[in-house]
């Protein structure tokens, strides 16, 4: 049997949330954002450190679909194109450097 050495995904993590905050987790697809909001509800094993949670979590899995039309048509989603927030939503979304 080969021992498997393992890299943690994340590594030194230091934040707080205050009481009524808002946090937004961003990044990169395979960043490890998933991992994050897993770790934050215990459902991760951990090779070292802690977290404590005090309150009330709450997660929604992103379920991603697209359908069968242009890349446009699916960010307007039937609306009337703007440039303007079309390359808004593109940026907020982080799929500009896909689009190049």
Known sequence: MVEEIETPTLQALNFEL???GLLMVIGKIGAGKT????????????????????????YVEQEPFIFSA?????ITFGLIY???????AVEASCLTSDML
Not at 82 to 88: H, I
Request: aromatic residues 2%; glycine residues 6%.
């Open 18 to 20: 205050k009481k009524d």
């Open 35 to 58: 991992t994050l909001l897993h770790s934050i509800m215990d459902e991760t094993r951990k090779i070292a450190g802690s977290q404590s949670v005090k309150g009330r979590v709450a």
């Open 70 to 74: 242009s890349i446009q048509e699916n």
């Open 82 to 88: 703007n440039e303007e927030r079309f390359k808004m």
